[in-house]
């Protein structure tokens, strides 16, 4: 029998995470039964979803919900061999048997030398954010000016890297100068650190004085409300996230942005990576052609230890991190 850890939702988040909303616990594992694998985590996502996701789809004494590259190391399943890599929902776990139903194998070919830790980032559900909510809902063309914020994260720094590719002028912010350096590094057209400049909306008109044809949307509040008054004449905005939004005890009011969305004609929709999800194995080959042609950088910020996933997770969550946060176990 093989022993797992597990990180416990004990208490719905009230604000702000803090340590007393996990508990760690230990189970002994039974064997696969048929058609079942028995999987150890290798790397664990920790992601800015997992905070309103858990409101709504998760109970309290359930393991955290979350997204794994596990190895199979007892297999009762032919298509899952022992020694294979899969992606698997399987939360906050060290190790877990399940059916196999929902794990999807690492790509065949994934190059030796490339981490397969990027299976859940650049070359993984962000990546395929990125690249969705900009293809299939803001349909962006070359030449057109892009804005995006959290532009450091792990979603928003493949938007404006595959915008570039795209022949895109893009304009990236973020929350510190090790931030917006690290967009001009990735090529970025115009960086802003929206908390030192002294206005948001002179910073925004100064970057791109025309106005923005898009804006790929990750953290809502006064941001957003800033930025939809900049908005072309029939612009469009793809709504990924509102990481601002996220650990509010009361929920934020106005400015509502209607009358303008009407006066420009705007176009607003919210999205998630799921519905395209028939997509995904030709999508994961363009992001790692991409990765390998040297057009997609992929920085991680990892934390070593599942013992530390509460902690990364409520650093995330304070922008701690540049890039993909990843637990290495």
Same mark, same amino acid.
């Given at each position: ?13 009230? &604000? ?18 048929? &058609? ?5 985590? @290798? ?28 190895? @199979? ?40 030398? @490339? ?39 792990? @979603? ?8 570039? *590719? ?54 809502? &509040? ?19 996230? &509102? ?18 969305? *009407? ?58 991190? *540049? ?7």
């Amino acid at each position: 029998m093989v022993q797992a850890k597990a990180w416990i939702l004990t208490k719905h988040f009230d &604000g702000f995470p803090n340590e007393s909303n996990f508990e760690l616990k230990l189970e002994q594992l039974p064997e696969p039964k048929d &058609g079942e694998v028995l999987l150890e985590a @290798v790397f664990l996502s920790v992601d800015p979803y997992m905070r309103p996701f858990s409101r709504v789809r998760m109970n309290e004494g359930e393991v955290m919900i979350g997204t794994q590259v596990a190895k @199979v190391i007892q297999s009762n399943n032919a298509a899952f061999p022992v020694g294979s890599h899969v992606v698997g929902r399987c939360g906050w776990r060290t190790h877990t048997i399940c059916d196999a139903t929902d794990l999807v194998p690492v790509m065949a070919d994934w190059p030796e030398d @490339v981490s397969l830790s990027l299976a859940l980032g650049a070359i993984g559900m962000p990546g395929l954010t990125a690249l969705y909510g900009l293809e299939e809902v803001l349909g962006l063309q070359a030449g057109e000016t892009l804005l995006v914020n959290a532009a450091a994260g792990a @979603v928003g720094s493949v938007v404006g890297q595959i915008a570039k *590719i795209k022949g895109c002028r893009v304009v990236g912010s973020a929350g510190t100068d090790a931030k917006v350096a690290f967009l001009k590094e990735l090529g970025f057209d115009r960086t802003i650190n929206y908390k030192s400049v002294g206005s948001l909306d002179q910073a925004l008109r100064e970057a791109a004085p025309d106005g923005y044809d898009c804006y790929f949307e990750n953290v809502g &509040g006064h941001f957003s409300s800033v930025a939809v008054q900049q908005m072309k004449n029939f612009g469009r905005i793809a709504v990924c996230g &509102g990481i601002s939004l996220y650990n509010d005890t009361t929920p934020q009011t106005g400015p509502y942005p209607h009358l303008t969305m *009407i006066f420009k004609q705007l176009k607003m929709e919210g999205f998630l990576v799921t519905r395209w999800e028939h997509k995904h194995p030709e999508s994961l080959k363009r992001l790692m052609a991409w990765m390998k042609e040297g057009k997609l950088q992929c920085r991680e910020h990892i934390t070593e230890g599942f013992d530390n996933m509460p902690a990364a997770f409520m650093g995330l969550l304070q922008g701690e991190n *540049i890039g993909k946060a990843i637990i290495k176990v």
